[in-house]
T-cell receptor
């Protein structure tokens, strides 16, 4: 069984460009979470999505950041007009559909975004 | 004060030593996770606890809900255990997000 897959693993963008990060959850999982880890800092929650719905985006910056999890295909975290402060590791995690609220989250390998 | 505090921040030990990493939290929780982040950056979920104790191989995790405290123990430590260990909690206020500690960097010397 494939685990959570993220691509690309490394992404380099110049200031002002767009960054598009993809996450394919574990097969059968319909809950996806995005986390950000800034250099030398801990992980921070960004957004929680279920298929076609954003459930909690309280950790997302109000501007330039958006996330989606369509009915078909991977979840996408999109950062428009990137700035140097967006350089970080972005992790995706997934959990199953019907599990209780205390389900384990399975983490992907992360995408390391570098903004030049 | 952070909602999740870990100690120590850094820990260096000799191979074979018994390791304890502590996590204290200040909010009501529905679950606590222990995660391992390897030097390459990947994250592995080690345990999810809501009460009591869990054991997997040389790893043991305990939680005391009344004291809002959890410990991760490693018996017979090995250099391959060198990693950052992260405690994360899910609050019981109806949302699903995890709040993370800043991690404990463990180095096991051969």
């Amino acid at each position: 069984n494939a685990g959570v897959m993220q691509n690309p693993r490394h992404l380099v963008r110049r200031r002002g460009q767009e960054a598009r990060l993809r996450c394919s959850p574990v097969k059968g999982h319909s809950h996806v979470y995005w986390y950000r880890q800034l250099p030398e800092e801990g992980l921070k929650f960004m957004v929680y999505l279920q298929k076609e719905n954003i459930i909690d985006e309280s950790g997302m910056p109000k501007e330039r950041f958006s996330a989606e999890f369509p009915k078909e295909g991977p979840s996408i975290l999109r950062i428009q007009q990137v700035v140097r402060g967006d350089s970080a590791a972005y992790f995706c995690a997934s959990s199953p559909l019907a599990g209780p609220r205390t389900d384990t989250q399975y983490f992907g390998p992360g995408t390391r975004l570098t903004v030049l | 004060k952070n909602e999740v505090e870990q100690s120590p921040q850094n820990l260096t030990a000799q191979e074979g030593e018994f390791i304890t990493i502590n996590c204290s939290y200040s909010v009501g929780i529905s679950a606590l996770h222990w995660l391992q982040q390897h030097p390459g950056g990947g994250i592995v979920s080690l345990f999810m606890l809501s009460s009591g104790k869990k054991k997997h191989g040389r790893l043991i995790a305990t939680i005391n809900i009344q004291e809002k405290h959890s410990s991760l123990h490693i018996t017979a430590s090995h250099p391959r255990d060198s990693a950052v260990y992260i405690c994360a909690v899910r609050s019981n206020f109806g949302n699903e997000k995890l709040t993370f500690g800043t991690g404990t960097r463990l180095t096991i010397i051969p």
